[in-house]
């Protein structure tokens, strides 16, 4: 099955906050309404989710931990299933350091968990 | 450098969300729970200035309240040898390094309080780059390497965090 492109453009170029009392376009609701319910569906059909990152006009670090971070820590899915299932994409270069950060907070949670 | 200033900002943003208006600490006490953002660009000079204030409760009163009063006593002691009163400002220079030493360290719920610590790196990747945090009587200044502190005589009512960059 084919990878399932999630732009967070898409859901806001302003996205802000932990949670949903932070605002309407917070980590909490993009995680919880757009996200998890496509990893749920790919892990399903045995693809993965491309998660892209361009196109934001910036990112706070509590918004990407929350997102990333996040997914771990609720328990919402086994660590290696979602490590199989989750792509976190910067086409754009100057997106790279936003998707080194995400990386490294899925991945501090994910040493938090083991 | 656009991307990072701006997540830079909502960082701030975010930190005076979070900490600065605690309800009860404001109970019963008129006050405008605001931000307020301002921000300068001189093209020829080619410098940038973006800053934040808030009328809150300063980072030395919100220390105990976000990582425990007895954690920061203890922790001011160990990297100042001074006491820490977040009642008394003598030492407000140094209670603003500490937090940003809490925020690097990531202390108390580690997935949270990276909000400084980012800035301070997002400062340090800039060209030119400056951080002045200045809240009650203290003041931090930081080239995301090297910090400075001192503690002024005159209180600011609030918080002021202030990044100067050249683009």
């Avoid at chain 1, 569906?41 to 934001?56: F, H, P, Q, T, Y």
Wanted: charged residues 25%; glycine residues 8%.
């Amino acid at each position: 099955m084919a990878d399932q492109i999630v732009s967070i453009a898409n859901f806001s170029q302003f996205p802000a906050g932990r949670t949903r009392r932070d605002g309407p376009f917070s980590a909490e609701r993009f995680r919880d309404d757009v996200l998890v319910p496509a990893l749920r569906g790919a892990i399903e059909s045995n693809s993965r989710v491309v998660v892209k990152l361009d196109g934001v006009l910036g990112y706070s670090s509590s918004f990407l931990e929350e997102t990333f971070g996040g997914l771990i820590r609720l328990r919402l899915f086994r660590p290696d299933v979602l490590r199989r299932a989750l792509v976190i994409s910067a086409e754009d270069p100057i997106y790279s350091s936003v998707q080194l950060d995400a990386e490294q907070y899925l991945t501090e949670e994910l040493e938090r968990a083991a | 450098m656009r991307l990072r200033l701006s997540g830079a900002v909502v960082d701030a943003l975010e930190n005076v969300r979070q900490h600065a208006y605690p309800p009860e600490h404001f109970s019963g006490v008129r006050h405008v729970p605001n931000w307020w953002f301002m921000g300068a660009a001189d093209r020829k000079e080619k410098w940038l200035i973006l800053a934040v204030y808030d009328q809150g409760i300063t980072i030395p009163v919100s220390l105990p309240r976000r990582f425990g009063l007895d954690h920061v006593v203890t922790m001011f002691r160990s990297w100042f040898s001074l006491p820490f009163d977040p009642a008394d400002p003598s030492f407000d220079g140094e209670a603003l390094e500490a937090a940003m030493r809490f925020s690097v360290s990531a202390t108390g719920e580690p997935y949270r309080g990276k909000g400084l610590a980012k800035i301070q790196e997002v400062v340090g990747n800039c060209q030119g780059g400056r951080l002045r945090i200045v809240s009650r009587n203290g003041e931090y200044i930081t080239d995301g390497k090297a910090s400075r502190v001192q503690t002024h005589r005159v209180a600011l009512p609030g918080t002021y965090l202030e990044i100067t960059a050249l683009f």
